[in-house]
């Protein structure tokens, strides 16, 4: 089955710091790779998505590329702000051989990342 | 849009009693999840629809779990019998099945069975 590998929190870092959490998967088919944000008291949002080997995601000054040879997923920022703190989760879902996603996602257990003035 | 939305927030039961949560999806959007999310962990699938169609169920959702969604708008989900075990964060998500199928969620609702 599909599973998803975290790397283990909490992180904590100074304002500015370059930041890096690693995902690794494991998935039959096509998957498709996603990292969502949970902010403080707020529901789980979507903060970057690829769809394919290669494709790199970004948003809000995270990247993240697909590495189909080395199954993983990497999340990155050059300068995290106090506002980056929260809690970061890696998922895939399969997806066919069209490119469509489909089905329910599989999450990693989260890292913890807290960043200090 | 206005997003997808739950209620309750927040649900405070005994042990045995029966809960029923309710899950709006953005509109149009044909396709529903249900996850639990517990302390610490990340959100574990639970069942999914398209449209009034339950198309998968894990083996999480026990025969004290069910889910519905008539007419293939709102959802509920139903926890007969709860049980402390039950105690967690109830998630829903919702996606078009156009287009990348990206899913977004609700603010969960929060279940605490005493």
Not at chain 2, 25 to 51: A, K, V
Not at chain 2, 56 to 69: C, V, Y
Not at chain 2, 103 to 112: A, V
């Amino acid at each position: 089955g599909n599973s998803v590998t975290q790397m283990e929190g909490p992180v904590t870092l100074s304002e500015e710091a370059f930041l890096t959490i690693n995902c690794t998967y494991t998935a039959t088919g096509y998957p498709s790779l996603f990292w969502y944000v949970q902010y403080p008291g707020e529901g789980l949002q979507l903060l970057l998505k690829a769809t394919k080997a290669d494709d790199k995601g970004s948003n809000k000054g995270f990247e993240a590329t697909y590495r189909k040879e080395t199954t993983s997923f990497h999340l990155e920022k050059g300068s995290v702000q106090v506002s980056d703190s929260a809690v970061y989760f890696c998922a895939l879902t399969d997806t066919n051989a069209g490119g469509t996603s489909y089905g329910k996602l599989t999450f990693g257990q989260g890292t913890i990342l807290t960043v200090h003035p | 849009d206005t997003g997808v939305s739950q209620n309750p927030r927040h649900k405070i039961t005994k042990r045995g009693q029966n809960v029923t949560f309710r899950c709006d999806p953005i509109s149009e959007h044909n396709r529903l999840y249900w996850y639990r999310q517990t302390l610490g962990q990340g959100p574990e699938f639970l069942t999914y629809f398209q449209n009034e169609a339950q198309l998968e169920k894990s083996r999480l959702l026990s025969d004290r779990f069910s889910a519905e969604r008539p007419k293939g708008s709102f959802s509920t989900l139903e926890i007969q019998r709860t049980e402390q075990g039950d105690s967690a964060m109830y998630l829903c998500a919702s996606s078009s099945r156009t287009g990348t199928d990206t899913q977004y969620f609700g603010p969960g609702t929060r279940l605490t069975v005493l």
